[in-house]
């Protein structure tokens, strides 16, 4: 986009360039084509990553070149009328540097995470810099052994104010097998010797990580084990990101959370297990002291292996195949929204049983009555029998009953085609569904339109480029004729061209430079959400005995940004309907949680005498004790004092 800034014909520049990416484009159709069409099945990371800082944009390793560049950019602006404009080296690869802040700053729009494109332009600048000094090192008299001793001084300058580089060179070409832990990851990865057909395994995000290669070495199992796992090494590439890491929040004593906009759990085996099973895991790795007592105290684990640090739990129940027949009959729902309603369900403690399937098909007569609610439970027979085989790119399901909804335990997405069923379809959390119309039925992975035109734009470019270029060497090869008798055009009369039109051709980038920013500020902008009507369903709900819907419409108010005092307020509304709908460990959670806000906080006196009700329910005696105490000594003259004393915890 620079050459339009300055462009007396910009509308045969802006075609030239048009051309050029068609071309490049159509090159990489093969690859670019399938991906922009599949954009919407991916997840996107809007959430701004860059802190904005002088070290963070600029590091201070990079300061002298960038110095440099400062320089020569005045310097060539300063310089320019007297030197018959800008120096355009220099003045390219500066609008390269602005264009790669610009896309930065557009990052969350896109859907991209914004650090992505810092690089570009940090290495723009410094491309600026070694311009200039390069300039600069002409007017010497011995240009070329200056550059030398100045690219010897950069060698030295990069040495000595490295602070990461040389660690991590040293950290990585050691070698996997050189690391203390890689024994141990190597004999526990022997041990989950499988085969993509067998559970998953989920593995605790643990710092311990690093000392066998990586804290991300948790993402190479399934190449040392043959074994799927719940993480992949792109968080954007499958609809599951959301779900997983809400799942890594309740299983992991410190979970990463990359994405800010959504909400996470605290440490909750007991729905991390429930979540699990969704996924058609079998075994979890654990590495905290935290995870491995809460696993070692439940009677559906049982610990299989210890190579210290790991411990590896098979748990029982999970992983009974990646196919399941339905218990309800699924709930359709519409597709607007579909991914923060297929987030709440997830999220929902405890899980729902019916799945929303999202479609528009009429032959799904069960719907949904309220977004915010728990899907009504319809179910269905029993006694359905279903098993899948997992191989590359392909899945192949038996069932014993035709025409019972099957979920199956993959990522959903368009390229998944059924062979003897209808659908596949999505369910949440972002699965797929099938109706089997046989008693085997055949998913693959199959190619689309968007691969097909891709492979076709791809070959035509090849084609139509090879045989430009064949033209072009032969008729270079060719004589040319001399012509005669032809006078030459002096110079001077070249400066009798006409005036070129008006030069519009920088609207072009400036517009782009500003659509950038103007969608970063647009991302800064918080999102208007009111809590108040979700607040008035809960009390409503709450007043007519239906004590679970209240719990919920309680919960995605507090998630829509209540704030205090109204967050406690919320918070004690959501404890209260929790116990009366007999889940007495979600509401005690929800009572501790309001003795976690901040003060003045005027609900902790209740919040008490809920967590005393909640604790004695759920049968932990002492913690209840523990509550009433405080009740009485912080708060003796409170109504819930009154109460806490005519009640035994």
């Given at each position: 986009?620079?050459?339009?800034?300055?462009?007396?014909?910009p509308?045969?520049?802006?075609?030239w360039?048009?051309?050029?990416?068609?071309?490049?484009?159509?090159l990489?159709?093969?690859w670019?084509?399938?991906?922009?069409s599949?954009?919407?099945?991916?997840?996107?990371y809007?959430?701004?990553?860059?802190?904005?800082?002088?070290?963070?944009?600029?590091?201070?390793?990079?300061?002298?070149?960038?110095?440099?560049?400062l320089?020569?950019?005045?310097?060539t602006?300063?310089?320019?009328?007297?030197?018959g404009?800008?120096?355009?080296?220099?003045?390219?690869?500066?609008?390269?540097?602005?264009?790669?802040?610009?896309?930065?700053?557009?990052?969350?729009?896109?859907?991209?995470?914004?650090?992505?494109?810092v690089?570009?332009?940090?290495?723009?600048?410094?491309?600026?810099?070694?311009?200039?000094?390069?300039?600069?090192?002409?007017?010497?008299?011995?240009?070329?052994?200056?550059?030398?001793?100045?690219?010897?001084?950069?060698?030295?300058?990069?040495?000595?104010?490295?602070?990461?580089?040389?660690?991590?060179?040293?950290?990585?070409?050691?070698?996997?097998?050189?690391?203390?832990?890689?024994?141990?990851?190597?004999?526990?990865?022997?041990?989950?010797?499988?085969?993509?057909?067998?559970?998953?395994?989920?593995?605790?995000?643990?710092?311990?990580?690093?000392?066998?290669?990586?804290?991300?070495?948790?993402?190479?199992?399934?190449?040392?084990?043959?074994?799927?796992?719940?993480?992949?090494?792109?968080?954007q590439?499958?609809?599951?990101?959301?779900?997983?890491?809400?799942?890594?929040?309740?299983?992991?004593?410190?979970?990463?959370?990359?994405?800010?906009?959504?909400?996470?759990?605290?440490?909750?085996?007991?729905?991390?297990?429930?979540?699990?099973?969704l996924?058609?895991?079998?075994?979890?790795?654990?590495?905290?002291?935290?995870?491995?007592?809460?696993?070692?105290?439940?009677?559906?684990?049982?610990?299989?292996?210890?190579?210290?640090?790991?411990?590896?739990?098979?748990?029982?129940?999970?992983?009974?195949?990646?196919?399941?027949?339905?218990?309800?009959e699924?709930?359709?729902?519409?597709?607007?929204?579909?991914?923060?309603?297929?987030?709440?369900?997830?999220?929902r403690?405890?899980?729902?049983?019916?799945?929303?399937?999202?479609?528009?098909?009429?032959?799904?007569?069960?719907?949904?009555?309220?977004?915010?609610?728990?899907?009504?439970?319809?179910?269905?027979?029993?006694?359905?029998?279903?098993?899948?085989?997992?191989?590359?790119?392909?899945?192949?399901?038996?069932?014993?009953?035709?025409?019972?909804?099957?979920?199956?335990?993959v990522?959903?997405?368009?390229?998944?085609?059924a062979?003897?069923?209808?659908?596949?379809?999505?369910?949440?959390?972002?699965?797929?569904?099938?109706?089997?119309?046989?008693?085997?039925?055949?998913?693959?992975y199959?190619?689309?339109?968007?691969?097909?035109?891709?492979?076709?734009?791809?070959?035509?470019?090849?084609?139509?480029?090879?045989?430009?270029?064949?033209?072009?060497?032969?008729?270079?090869?060719?004589?040319?004729?001399?012509?005669?008798n032809?006078?030459?055009?002096?110079?001077?009369?070249?400066?009798?061209?006409?005036?070129?039109?008006?030069?519009?051709?920088?609207?072009?980038?400036?517009a782009?430079?500003?659509?950038?920013?103007?969608?970063?500020?647009?991302?800064?902008?918080?999102?208007?959400?009111?809590?108040?009507?979700?607040y008035?369903?809960?009390?409503?709900?709450?007043?007519?005995g239906?004590?679970?819907?209240?719990?919920?419409?309680?919960?995605?108010?507090?998630?829509?940004?209540?704030?205090?005092?109204?967050?406690?307020?919320?918070?004690?509304?959501?404890?209260?309907?929790?116990?009366?709908?007999?889940?007495?460990?979600?509401a005690?959670?929800?009572f501790?949680?309001?003795?976690?806000?901040?003060?003045?906080?005027?609900?902790?006196?209740?919040?008490?005498?809920?967590?005393?009700?909640?604790?004695?329910?759920?049968?932990?005696?002492?913690?209840?004790?523990?509550?009433?105490?405080?009740?009485?000594?912080?708060?003796?003259?409170?109504?819930?004092?009154?109460?806490?004393?005519?009640?035994?915890?």
């Amino acid at each position: 986009m620079y050459f339009l800034y300055a462009s007396r014909r910009p509308l045969r520049t802006l075609g030239w360039l048009a051309s050029v990416a068609g071309l490049a484009f159509a090159l990489a159709a093969f690859w670019l084509l399938p991906l922009l069409s599949a954009w919407g099945w991916t997840t996107p990371y809007d959430d701004p990553w860059i802190t904005v800082g002088l070290r963070n944009i600029f590091p201070p390793f990079l300061w002298p070149l960038m110095g440099a560049a400062l320089a020569g950019a005045i310097w060539t602006l300063l310089l320019a009328r007297r030197a018959g404009g800008p120096d355009h080296r220099l003045m390219f690869l500066l609008h390269a540097a602005v264009v790669g802040m610009a896309l930065a700053a557009a990052g969350p729009a896109l859907g991209i995470i914004d650090v992505r494109f810092v690089p570009f332009a940090q290495l723009a600048l410094c491309l600026v810099g070694a311009v200039t000094l390069g300039l600069a090192l002409q007017r010497l008299a011995a240009p070329d052994l200056a550059a030398l001793a100045l690219v010897l001084l950069a060698l030295v300058h990069a040495d000595w104010h490295s602070r990461v580089l040389r660690s991590w060179i040293d950290w990585n070409y050691t070698g996997l097998e050189a690391k203390e832990l890689w024994p141990a990851f190597a004999e526990v990865a022997q041990r989950l010797r499988g085969t993509v057909s067998d559970p998953r395994v989920a593995v605790e995000y643990n710092a311990a990580h690093e000392r066998a290669g990586s804290i991300r070495m948790y993402e190479t199992l399934p190449l040392f084990s043959g074994r799927s796992t719940l993480e992949g090494v792109y968080n954007q590439a499958s609809l599951q990101t959301h779900a997983i890491y809400f799942l890594a929040s309740e299983l992991d004593a410190t979970s990463p959370n990359p994405f800010r906009k959504r909400e996470y759990s605290q440490f909750d085996t007991e729905s991390a297990l429930r979540h699990l099973r969704l996924f058609d895991v079998g075994q979890v790795v654990a590495l905290s002291d935290r995870l491995v007592a809460s696993l070692s105290a439940r009677p559906e684990a049982h610990q299989v292996a210890r190579v210290p640090p790991y411990y590896v739990y098979d748990i029982e129940g999970a992983g009974g195949g990646y196919v399941e027949p339905l218990a309800f009959e699924p709930v359709r729902s519409s597709w607007r929204g579909w991914r923060d309603k297929s987030y709440r369900w997830f999220t929902r403690k405890p899980l729902s049983g019916p799945h929303l399937v999202f479609t528009d098909d009429p032959r799904f007569t069960l719907t949904e009555k309220d977004e915010w609610l728990a899907p009504p439970e319809v179910p269905l027979p029993a006694g359905v029998q279903a098993q899948a085989q997992l191989k590359d790119e392909a899945i192949t399901v038996t069932t014993n009953r035709v025409g019972h909804p099957l979920l199956v335990k993959v990522s959903y997405h368009p390229r998944w085609k059924a062979e003897g069923a209808d659908g596949p379809y999505l369910v949440s959390p972002a699965l797929m569904m099938i109706i089997p119309r046989q008693m085997t039925v055949r998913l693959t992975y199959a190619r689309t339109m968007a691969d097909h035109l891709g492979l076709l734009l791809t070959g035509v470019a090849l084609v139509a480029g090879t045989a430009a270029q064949a033209r072009r060497w032969r008729l270079r090869a060719q004589p040319r004729p001399v012509p005669e008798n032809v006078p030459p055009i002096p110079l001077d009369d070249c400066a009798d061209m006409p005036a070129p039109t008006r030069r519009w051709g920088a609207v072009i980038p400036a517009a782009f430079l500003l659509a950038c920013i103007g969608a970063r500020l647009a991302t800064l902008r918080p999102v208007a959400r009111n809590p108040m009507p979700l607040y008035e369903s809960a009390s409503r709900a709450y007043g007519a005995g239906r004590f679970a819907d209240a719990a919920e419409y309680a919960r995605h108010a507090l998630d829509q940004g209540a704030q205090a005092p109204l967050r406690a307020e919320l918070l004690c509304l959501r404890g209260e309907s929790l116990l009366r709908a007999s889940q007495a460990r979600l509401a005690a959670q929800a009572f501790q949680d309001v003795l976690a806000q901040p003060g003045p906080n005027p609900y902790v006196a209740q919040a008490l005498f809920g967590l005393m009700q909640a604790r004695a329910a759920d049968g932990d005696t002492e913690n209840a004790r523990a509550a009433r105490d405080q009740l009485l000594r912080d708060f003796a003259a409170s109504p819930w004092a009154n109460r806490a004393r005519s009640v035994s915890p």
